[in-house]
């Protein structure tokens, strides 16, 4: 396995447990690099049908060397959890009372992102972040620096259609326009937009062509799905096979059997991931690209695993596990 996603999950635990006591995240002293965030997954049978609020779950940051704090609840409404880790485990990006608030994990420095913008990506490089105002007609970008604080306004707008997928080195905002999957005859041919938020100018990244997928493969059956992170930059879509039954990984889409990867600077295709989906192994989901790895989990009959991946080699390796169900938010994902 490369050092790279070493460095991330080498100190882990081999089984992670919530606290018997908890505690949560100090803000008079740094704690160190975040290597992940988990909390128990949510009971839908806790669904109240009066209040149609849901039993509350203790979300963790894991620290590098394993070490647990609490940053949060899971909300008692259907709405996201406002909590995100920077790629590289340094920042944490929390939303409290309506703004967001970048905290620096190994020390005290904090941010207050800029009234009227969400934290929407984290760069590929974690020095910066791409932020956005939302309207009806559209979406608006700024760009926070990390250190720093400071926010630059980017010339920059997408429609609603439009999904960005990547911040490549804080300088390159990837985007796909969902318009043209309405067309089946054009859903297999995945393309993006790259455009330089410095100068304007644009390029298109090929990241996945029908002569890649497999017989019965989609890319992106009903919404496409994308991670993307590391040094080089690579993107990775999510192939799925819409024969196949949903299940309960967590994916809008059929389930998926693999991930097709794309170097994002040179165009270079890069790796197919298998994504396994026999029974006897469990259902899996991509939690998104770490370092140089690209990140798994799998539920299994008792517990859950993370698993890392070498896109070189295809070397997987499980480097905790979690003694019954969890959902697991690894660095680099807003959510």
């Not at 929407?120 to 604080?149: C, H, N, Q, Y």
């Not at 439009?162 to 309405?182: H, I």
């Not at 997987?316 to 959902?327: A, L, Q």
Request: proline share 8%; with cysteine; aromatic share 6%.
């Amino acid at each position: 396995m490369t050092a790279g996603i070493e460095a991330v999950f080498s100190e882990l635990p081999p089984h992670l447990v919530p606290p018997a006591q908890v505690v949560d995240l100090p803000d008079h002293r740094g704690v160190g690099r975040g290597a992940l965030m988990y909390h128990l997954m949510v009971n839908a049978a806790s669904l109240d049908p009066d209040t149609r609020t849901f039993a509350q779950n203790d979300v963790y940051l894991v620290t590098r060397s394993g070490e647990h704090f609490r940053v949060g609840r899971t909300p008692a409404a259907a709405e996201p959890l406002h909590l995100s880790l920077s790629p590289d485990g340094r920042w944490l990006g929390v939303k409290r009372d309506g703004r967001w608030q970048v905290r620096d994990l190994a020390g005290t420095t904090k941010y207050e992102v800029a009234e009227g913008y969400e934290l929407w990506l984290w760069s590929t490089d974690a020095r910066s972040l791409l932020l956005a105002k939302l309207s009806t007609e559209g979406r608006t970008f700024g760009s926070m620096a990390l250190p720093g604080g400071t926010v630059s306004p980017l010339g920059i707008t997408t429609s609603l259609l439009t999904t960005e997928v990547a911040f490549l080195a804080g300088r390159e905002l990837a985007t796909f326009d969902m318009t043209p999957m309405a067309d089946p005859a054009t859903a297999q041919a995945l393309t993006l937009t790259v455009q330089d938020v410095v100068t304007g100018v644009t390029r298109t990244l090929p990241v996945v062509a029908p002569e890649q997928l497999e017989p019965g493969e989609t890319a992106g059956p009903l919404i496409p799905l994308w991670h993307a992170g590391g040094n080089p930059p690579t993107i990775w879509a999510v192939i799925g096979r819409p024969n196949r039954l949903p299940t309960n990984e967590g994916s809008p889409v059929a389930p998926s059997v693999a991930l097709l990867g794309v170097d994002a600077t040179s165009g270079a295709a890069t790796a197919r991931i298998e994504t396994s989906y026999r029974s006897t192994d469990g259902p899996q989901l991509c939690l998104g690209v770490v370092a140089d790895g690209v990140v798994l989990q799998r539920w299994t009959g008792t517990g859950t695993e993370l698993i890392v991946v070498d896109p070189q080699s295809n070397d997987r390796r499980v480097v905790t596990t979690f003694p019954t169900s969890v959902t697991v938010l690894a660095p680099g994902t807003v959510n």
